[in-house]
């Protein structure tokens, strides 16, 4: 079934070099670039995958951006979680529609998204004003505004303490995730799971020592790697460049209550 372009929407035009731009349809507008202008009038009404000219003569394909592909190019004021770690949170995760999540270390949004669109609902802590208004800018602009019912920033440090009880996933991206632990006891129930990124592995040691010392048990600390592949035609080997480090992923599930500890 063909769904047109529509006004308003978020589409990704990619150049014959691969070189992606990510636009808004809105009417009479135009996408200026080195190599020439295409209309959004152009756009809007056609169906996905079809290619435009520009006034110099450059083809450019249309193609509504996956979350992926968002991530990588939206409006960002602090470093992104990127797209390779972001999958394998969702499953260390287990995150699911439904789950009560509290985020700390918002962002931009990038993890927030993929999980209000596993069905999470979302309490977010975050210190800095600009980094919770361009998180919420941008999972609106993604996901729509209906979404915002299932997600809330509030400004506030996560290390001074947590409000909410009962929850089912505490997911940290902040410095320090071991002044969190006691605070996670107390705020997960039984079998909840905390789930933390950290660029170092200094930090993913300081915290295991932590969890190590609270009714947290199952502890597991990863690094993913990704490589890419050149495949064409009977060249086949693996790209010369390719994302390794990136970040730590330590989960562990909170296997006892935290009364009187």
């Not at 809105?26 to 200026?32: I, L, M, Q, V």
């Not at 020439?36 to 951006?65: K, N, Q």
């Not at 086949?236 to 009364?259: E, I, K, N, W, Y």
Request: aromatic letters at 6%; charged letters at 25%.
């Amino acid at each position: 079934m063909s769904r047109p372009f529509r006004e308003g929407e978020l589409v990704l035009l990619i150049d014959p070099k691969k070189r992606r731009y990510l636009i808004t349809l809105t009417a009479g507008k135009e996408f200026h670039s080195h190599s020439g202008i295409v209309a959004h009038d152009a756009i809007i009404g056609a169906d996905e995958g079809t290619p435009f000219r520009s006034t110099h003569g450059l083809t450019y394909t249309a193609i509504r951006p996956t979350l992926s592909e968002f991530i990588l190019k939206m409006p960002r004021g602090a470093q992104v979680i990127y797209p390779k770690d972001i999958g394998p949170i969702l499953m260390m995760a287990d995150l699911q529609p439904g789950l009560r999540v509290l985020e700390s270390g918002v962002g931009s949004g990038a993890l927030s998204m993929a999980m209000l669109r596993a069905g999470a609902e979302i309490v977010g802590y975050e210190i800095r004003e600009d980094f919770a208004a361009r998180a919420v800018k941008n999972v609106s602009t993604f996901l729509g505004e209906e979404v915002l019912s299932r997600y809330r920033v509030e400004i506030r440090d996560v290390y001074e303490g947590i409000d909410e009880t009962g929850l089912d996933r505490v997911v940290l991206d902040l410095p320090e995730p071991w002044q969190v632990v006691k605070h996670a006891e107390r705020a997960l129930h039984p079998g909840g799971i905390l789930l933390a990124y950290t660029p170092q592995i200094t930090q993913a040691a300081q915290l295991r020592d932590a969890l190590a010392d609270s009714a947290f048990g199952m502890a597991e600390t990863i690094e993913v790697l990704q490589r890419g592949w050149h495949i064409e035609g009977a060249s086949v080997r693996p790209d010369h460049r390719m994302v390794a480090h990136t970040g730590f992923l330590t989960s562990a599930r909170l296997l006892g209550t935290a009364a009187g500890r």
